[in-house]
């Protein structure tokens, strides 16, 4: 039996199998923002690509599918910075009358979101101990708990919770599990592996690498999550520029060697 190859030779995989003979690793960077079609019935042909920037072009595709390769994920989408990937999910998945449950240990920009944006919209928010076992925090769920929002370890203090036992407990309640997984950066850890419905990272953390480029992700097995995640980012108009998203592939080609030296 042989065995399925492991996310290093993953990451090189992708940038090899990109077309045949002489070519570069990452795709080209591309800049656009309207495209040019050969005839108007093409410029409604899905199969043939973008038609506008802001859906992405060869960059931001290639990272967002190499993403959604280390994650596990059926899809993973791009957000212009680490706190916009924690917020997309928040804005995309819930509802006035909705409350989130989080960890007290959050890094503080997500607890400020929650505090301050999301409450003035109708979603609560509360926060528990950082060193409840899963059980525990899955005891306070309430009626209105639609999401549980996750670090482990927690920013700074780095309290560990069991994410597949949380996720369980979530998912059996209807409660949404999203994790922030910068520190383990989608190598480390595969949340949804491990049942957690959405897995976001600050990919200017470990994925970039280099200290010049802000960008989150977010990535879900779900296609009506990933749907809802979709609409969130075609509704806000967010983009991520395919210069940070081609410098972000770069740096992610190397990601496990400078893993092993964070580590
Ligand atoms: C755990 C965690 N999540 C999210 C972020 C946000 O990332 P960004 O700085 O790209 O907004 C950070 C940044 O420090 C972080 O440490």
Same mark, same amino acid.
């Given at each position: 039996m042989t065995r399925p190859p492991g996310s290093r030779t993953r990451l090189i995989a992708s940038a090899t199998a990109r077309g045949r003979g002489r070519r570069t690793v990452n795709p080209p960077l591309e800049r656009g923002s309207t495209l040019l079609s050969d005839r108007a019935e093409d410029m409604r042909d899905d199969n043939l690509g973008p038609v506008y920037g802001l859906e992405g072009l060869a960059p931001q595709r290639a990272l967002a599918a190499a993403l959604a390769d280390l994650e596990g994920a059926h899809r993973t989408v791009l957000a212009?910075?680490?706190?916009?990937?924690?917020?997309?999910?928040?804005?995309?998945?819930? !509802?006035?009358g909705d409350e989130v449950l989080a960890t007290?240990?959050?890094?503080?920009?997500?607890?400020?979101?929650?505090?301050?944006?999301?409450?003035?919209?109708?979603?609560?928010? !509360?926060?528990?101990d950082p060193g409840l076992k899963a059980a525990r925090v899955a005891g306070l769920f309430g009626p209105e708990t639609r999401l549980v929002?996750?670090?482990?370890?927690?920013?700074?203090?780095?309290?560990?919770?069991?994410?597949?036992?949380?996720?369980?407990?979530? !998912?059996? !309640?209807?409660?949404?599990?999203?994790?922030?997984?910068?520190?383990?950066?989608?190598?480390?850890?595969?949340?949804?592996?491990?049942?957690?419905d959405v897995s976001v990272q600050a990919v200017t953390k470990y994925v970039a690498g280099h200290s010049d480029v802000l960008m989150g992700a977010v990535s879900v097995r779900d296609p009506a999550l990933a749907r809802a995640l979709d609409h969130a980012v075609e509704d806000l108009g967010w983009h991520v520029s395919p210069d940070d998203a081609w410098l972000a592939l770069r740096g992610l080609r190397t990601l496990p060697i400078r893993m092993a030296a964070h580590a």
């Open positions: 212009p910075s680490g706190l916009a990937a924690v917020t997309l999910p928040l804005l995309a998945l819930l !509802r006035p007290d240990a959050l890094y503080g920009p997500s607890r400020r979101f929650l505090t301050r944006f999301m409450a003035a919209r109708g979603v609560t928010s !509360r926060f528990h929002l996750v670090e482990s370890p927690a920013s700074l203090t780095f309290e560990m919770v069991d994410v597949p036992e949380l996720a369980a407990l979530a !998912r059996a !309640r209807g409660v949404l599990s999203a994790i922030d997984n910068t520190w383990a950066a989608g190598l480390a850890f595969r949340p949804l592996d491990h049942g957690a």
